[in-house]
């Protein structure tokens, strides 16, 4: 059987905390567990032929969590950037970061700015680290730099379209989601690429992010090769 794939397909790794706690762990035990589940679904992306993953790692709200688990988290994406990096690169991935720079650790920037310079060439598939991102301040941000360049004269006001929109947010390399996927159960979006998924499909499946795996992406795939998009029409 021949299955439709999908280009663009965002990811919200959820479950990790429950995932931990069920096992009588931290909650930080179920994020590192969490890693193989990335890097298996990316090796199982590239094989099926989809070209964008975007991966929710850090939103604009997780910082309301203790700052034990905010500061883990932060370490925790330097870390895995610097360490899956070539082996990233050796698959011909493309590492890029949407997100905002406020508050976000410097070192954390550093290293996603590497990760971008060293993969920048790739064309197998682009992985989005979602880091430090919410889509509301996306829009926002977008908005106010637009209300700028309408002030300076660059932008006329009344002839903003869609594709003006598209091109003043922070990602706008980005392509329509054509699925979006969020693991453990819950069917909410939490502020991720609201703009970008508003004809997409939605996959909501009952496993822990940790225990995620490409098997479940194919699964996902099939499911979406069988929704009939109409795209408005
Ligand atoms: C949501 O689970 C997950 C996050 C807020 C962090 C996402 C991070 C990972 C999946 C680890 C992999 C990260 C990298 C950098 C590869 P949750 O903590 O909200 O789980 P819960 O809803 O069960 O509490």
């Known amino acids: 059987m021949t299955i439709k794939?999908?280009?663009?397909?965002?990811?919200?790794?959820?479950?990790?905390?429950?995932?931990?706690?069920?096992?009588?762990l931290p909650r930080t035990a179920g994020h590192e567990a969490g890693e193989a589940a990335?890097?298996?679904v990316v090796e199982g992306a590239i094989e099926y032929g989809v070209k964008e993953i975007s991966a929710y790692a850090f939103s604009t709200e997780n910082w309301r969590r203790s700052p034990e688990e905010v500061k883990f988290l932060m370490g925790f994406n330097r870390e895995v950037l610097r360490a899956r990096r070539d082996q990233l690169n050796a698959w011909g991935v493309r590492i890029r970061w949407a997100g905002r720079r406020p508050r976000l650790w410097l070192s954390v920037i550093?290293?996603?700015?590497?990760?971008e310079k060293l993969t920048a060439k790739n064309k197998t598939l682009t992985l989005t680290?979602?880091?430090?991102?919410?889509?509301?301040?996306?829009?926002?941000?977008?908005v106010n730099a637009m209300a700028t360049d309408v002030a300076s004269g660059k932008l006329k006001p009344?002839?903003?379209?869609?594709?003006?929109?598209?091109?003043?947010?922070?990602s706008n390399y980005l392509p329509d989601v054509d699925l979006f996927l969020r693991s453990s159960g819950e069917q909410r979006t939490s502020n991720f690429l609201l703009w970008q998924s508003a004809l997409s499909e939605f996959y909501f499946c009952e496993a822990y992010?940790?225990?995620?795996?490409?098997?479940?992406?194919?699964?996902?795939?099939?499911?979406?090769?069988?929704?009939?998009?109409?795209?408005g029409k």
């Not at 992010?209 to 795209?231: G, I, N, Q, T, Y």
Request: aromatic share 10%.
């Open 5 to 24: 794939i999908p280009h663009h397909v965002a990811i919200v790794m959820d479950g990790n905390g429950r995932w931990a706690q069920q096992r009588g």
């Open 110 to 115: 550093d290293e996603l700015k590497a990760a």
């Open 129 to 142: 680290m979602c880091v430090n991102y919410g889509s509301r301040i996306e829009i926002v941000d977008a």
């Open 209 to 231: 992010w940790p225990e995620f795996r490409r098997v479940d992406f194919l699964r996902a795939l099939r499911d979406f090769s069988l929704r009939h998009r109409r795209m």
């Open 38 to 40: 990335l890097f298996d």
């Open 158 to 170: 009344g002839a903003i379209t869609e594709k003006t929109v598209q091109k003043y947010l922070n």
